[in-house]
């Protein structure tokens, strides 16, 4: 099993496959964002690869991210062999919906049913505001297609203050209608710019919102990253993720491997192992999950703690993985 020095197991993996995306959110990239060439990206194969021997050590989570998952080319077929893995009990998506109507009948044929759908607007007008593009219809239709295919949907709104928060309300009433989970995500630094995030809309802020509208607002017991609630009104549920406040930090099972094959240990880090240049080196198994055990051991306690180490400016989320 990877095991870091706090003794927590690692069983999750953030998988990035692409920094390229069709949206241009205004907290996760630059305007106009310089992506990276294809060549210096990992290959499906060293993906797979990857995901193979970090299952063989405890991996039993894959989560796929960008940029856009489905903006880069052969994802299905990739999708198709990593289910295969042994040892792998679930792999899931997040994406923005956009592209994903035509791939969900292959993604139900290959048994893919976890879906997170990033989603900051409820109107055409904010959700231009914000992506910077109007592609709204085919979000919301993505929307209902996956819920009426039966997939698992988490539709995830990264609050930003002076920008949405008065849509907490109206996507938080999707739950009355859908059997799905909205979940509140605080903003963090991860823009590409620099820019400070405001640290006013934090997660006890966002519960007092919903409150207001939800009054027997009942936070349930086991859940791990996003404290999830439930309400008589709804058919669904909700969340809250304090992504910046990280209170959960001290559970934290998870590792991440960037568009670029850097392997980090948490979102807040700089520094990783750049594991695509590992494997063109032309490294043993032996050799690479060795290599990802020693860096394990550098993990630290919390994001506070990684973030002390900064000396720079954060990546954009759409590199290290959304």
């Known amino acids: ?11 999750y993996l953030r998988l990035a496959v692409t920094d390229r995306c069709n949206l241009r959110c205004t907290y996760c990239m630059p305007e106009h964002m310089k992506f990276v060439q294809k060549d210096k990206l990992l290959s499906f194969e060293e993906m ?12 039993e989570k894959v989560r796929i991210t960008g940029g856009e998952p489905f903006v880069r080319k052969g994802l299905i077929n990739f999708l198709r062999e990593l289910v295969k893995i042994e040892g792998i009990k679930k792999v899931a998506i997040t994406t923005n919906g956009v592209m994903l109507d035509e791939y969900l009948d292959e993604l139900h044929e290959i048994g893919i049913k976890d879906i997170n759908l990033s ?11 914000i992506t910077r593009r109007d592609d709204f219809d085919k979000v919301m239709s993505s929307l209902k297609m996956i819920v009426l295919k039966g ?8 609050v930003m203050e002076g920008k949405n928060t008065e849509e907490i309300i109206p996507l938080a009433k999707f739950a009355e209608i859908y059997p799905i989970q909205i979940r509140f995500i605080e903003e963090m630094p991860f823009n590409g710019k620099g820019k400070e995030v405001t640290k006013s809309w934090n997660y006890i802020d966002i519960e007092n919102e919903l409150q207001k509208e939800f009054n027997d607002l009942k936070e349930l017991e086991g859940s791990s990253t996003a404290k999830v609630y439930h309400s008589k009104k709804l058919i669904g549920s909700l969340g809250i993720i304090p992504a910046f406040t990280r209170t959960f930090c001290g559970t934290c099972d998870r590792l991440r491997i960037t568009s670029l094959g850097q392997l980090r240990n948490c979102l807040y880090s700089q520094k990783g192992i750049d594991l695509k240049a590992v494997i063109r080196e032309g490294c043993s198994d032996e050799e690479l999950i060795q290599k990802v055990q020693e860096h394990l051991l550098l993990k630290r306690a919390s994001g506070f703690d990684e973030e002390k180490n900064h000396n720079k400016d954060l990546d954009s989320m759409s590199l290290i993985g959304g």
């Open 151 to 158: 997939f698992k949907v988490k539709v995830n709104m990264v």
């Open 48 to 59: 797979l690869r990857l995901v193979s021997l970090l299952a063989k050590h405890g991996v």
């Open 1 to 11: 099993m990877l095991t870091d020095k706090f003794q927590r197991q690692i069983k």
């Open 119 to 129: 989603l900051d607007a409820t109107t055409k007008e904010k959700f231009f505001e």
